[in-house]
Structures are given as structure tokens and as C-alpha cells.
Nanobody, 132 residues
Framework: VQLQASGGGSVQAGNSLRLSCAAS?????????????ISWYRQAPGKRREQVAI???????QYEDSVKGRFTITRDNGKKSAYLQMNSLKPEDTGVYYC??????????WGQGTHLTVSSDWGQGTQVTVSS
């Protein structure tokens, strides 16, 4: 099973972005993609990796408290893909986002991660010097 996460980038706070996770490989011969639970994790600089959203093989979804109401996880079993729609992004959402697929046998497969940087509304500033 191979997972390819994509869609990361640099955005300003308040904007939206959608991450995609495309699954492939012969590992789905035993269990179909539709039987896997799919999760999105993120790892902020200097912090531990944390789960932000999970979509079961059925219709159950769950979100980490800080993203509830802003992030939505979906999946398209026909395309062997999962998505994470992220709205109202905040600087604290910055990190590397990983998708993870768990088989019915509880084997976990990880993608390589995609980077997200959310900058604050403030620009970096510019120096003004007034001389007499």
C-alpha cells in the first residue's frame, strides 16, 4: 500500500486549502480500500505528531478539538482517495500533514507528508528611517 499526500502549501490565515491522499498498490488485493480507516495526522515544528481527523470505513468521522467546525475529512472509495478540506486556517495549523490508512488487520500505512504553512494576517513589516 502506498499513500501519496498532496495539496500543501503556504497560505494566509483565514484561507482554505484541500489536501488529497491517493492510495495505490497491491496491498488492496486482500482488503479493499473501502475497508480501511483513513486518518490525517499533522506534526507541527517541535511537537509530536497528532491525529486531526479520521474517517472510518463506514461513515464515522471524528476530529481533533482545535479543527472541529473548520476541517472536513471525506473519501472517494472509487478513486482510492481521501481528502481534508481545511477552512479558516490559522497559523497554529502549520505543520506537515500525513495521511494514514489502517487495514482491517490493523496494519498501518503512512504517506510521505505534505507541508502546510499558514502565515498570520500581518506582513513582515518594513523599516522606515527619517533623518533630519
Amino acid at each position: 500500500v502506498q499513500l501519496q499526500a498532496s495539496g500543501g502549501g503556504s497560505v494566509q490565515a483565514g484561507n482554505s486549502l484541500r489536501l488529497s491522499c491517493a492510495a495505490s498498490g497491491s496491498g488492496f488485493r486482500r482488503f479493499g480500500f473501502n475497508t480501511f480507516d483513513i486518518s490525517w495526522y499533522r506534526q507541527a515544528p517541535g511537537k509530536r505528531r497528532e491525529q486531526v481527523a479520521i474517517h472510518s470505513s463506514g461513515t464515522y468521522t471524528q476530529y481533533e478539538d482545535s479543527v472541529k467546525g473548520r476541517f472536513t475529512i471525506t473519501r472517494d472509495n472509487g478513486k482510492k482517495s481521501a481528502y481534508l478540506q481545511m477552512n479558516s486556517l490559522k497559523p497554529e495549523d502549520t505543520g506537515v500533514y500525513y495521511c494514514m490508512a489502517r487495514s482491517p488487520a490493523h496494519d498501518d500505512y503512512w504517506g510521505q507528508g505534505t507541508h502546510l504553512t499558514v502565515s498570520s494576517d500581518w506582513g513582515q513589516g518594513t523599516q522606515v528611517t527619517v533623518s533630519s
